[in-house]
């Protein structure tokens, strides 16, 4: 009976205490669904806009393994002594609301039980969004408030650029990849991993070439942003596109760009971003010195650094999606 009417009490006081029943046996589409309704109360109580929670929520979710909230709904995850603040000397889990904010802590009650939860999903979202607040609503003091808290340009960037995809596509069901090139096209690639490179003195292969004929169109593979666009004397012309997986997808030696294509532009998959070609490996417009193909490499951001990885495995996974489609 006890038991009983503590389960009442709860769900009268948590609106979503069935999440926390359920957690274990959500799907992937409900908690989108759960993630989407928080971000948008968040929305309804802050004015800042649902893509900014999205894309704090999503930025931490790739950075961490394990995440605080019990749910594993939301991943915004506020280490202890910024959620208790830093003097206060009662430490672990959940306390008082205004025991928290004596002693300058972020952590808030956004469920309304009358504690700061460091490990629900409400709790969680009105903390971040109160830090926000502080500096205001605008793109700017999002940025300012965010570069407060990450101490990080590039964690900043990275979730500036995850908001502007939500934002453009209104969802967050953007998991969709396809291979660069037209599977019709003839091209061939292998791995060729961490193999040594002709130019440029001892650097290993960090990426996997597709050989193409020149002309072919290359596409993006991921919902993101072009981050960069322009020459190197080693990949030539190239892209960089950031993706809402904290990824940067590097397009090298290309023979030119689409049209239109400016820095900043939020792009899905299959978007023409430019053309296979041989640029590279010299002064601005050098050509020629190999065969035309794709240079394609991964980087991944941990919210600390960034380091590239074996994109092989990725494009033969996403050569297979895209022969389903
Ligand atoms: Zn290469």
Redesign the pocket.
């Known amino acids: 009976m006890k038991l009983f009417m503590a389960n009442i009490l709860a769900f009268l006081f948590f609106i979503p205490i069935s999440i926390q029943a359920e957690s274990d046996t959500l799907t992937d589409e409900k908690k989108i669904e759960w993630r989407m309704a928080l971000y948008q109360k968040a929305e309804a109580v802050t004015q800042i806009p649902w893509y900014y929670f999205a894309a704090i929520d999503q930025f931490e979710r790739n950075i961490h393994e394990e995440t605080a909230s019990k749910t594993g709904i939301i991943a915004i995850t506020i280490p202890e002594e910024k959620w208790i603040g830093y003097t206060n000397p009662y430490r672990k889990g959940k306390q008082k609301t205004g025991m928290v904010e004596v002693f300058d802590g972020m952590g808030r009650d956004g469920n309304g039980d009358g504690f700061a939860d460091p490990q629900n999903d409400e709790d969680l979202l009105q903390s971040i969004a109160e830090w926000l607040l502080q500096y205001g609503h605008t793109r700017q003091d999002i940025k300012t408030a965010l570069w407060d808290y990450y101490q990080r340009e590039l964690s900043v960037q990275t979730i500036m650029n995850i908001a502007k995809v939500y934002q453009t596509f209104n969802t967050i069901k953007l998991d969709e990849h396809i291979f660069p090139l037209p599977l019709h096209v003839n091209y061939t690639y292998k791995n060729?991993w961490g193999y040594p490179?002709g130019f440029g003195g001892r650097r290993i292969?960090e990426?996997?070439?597709i050989f193409a004929n020149y002309g072919v169109p290359v596409r993006a593979t991921t919902y993101g942003v072009i981050e960069m666009k322009g020459w190197n004397r080693y990949g030539g012309w190239r892209i960089g596109i950031r993706d809402i997986h904290n990824i940067y997808h590097y397009y090298?030696h290309l023979n030119g760009y689409a049209d239109d294509l400016k820095k900043g532009q939020v792009v899905k998959p299959g978007d023409v971003i430019g053309y296979v070609g041989a640029s590279g490996y010299g002064p601005k417009g050098t050509s020629g010195k190999f065969p035309p193909?794709l240079?394609y490499g991964m980087y991944r951001f941990n919210g600390e650094k960034e380091w590239s990885f074996d994109p092989y495995p990725h494009l033969r996974k996403w050569e297979r999606e895209t022969k389903r489609k």
């Open positions: 060729t490179r292969h990426g996997t070439d090298a193909h240079h």
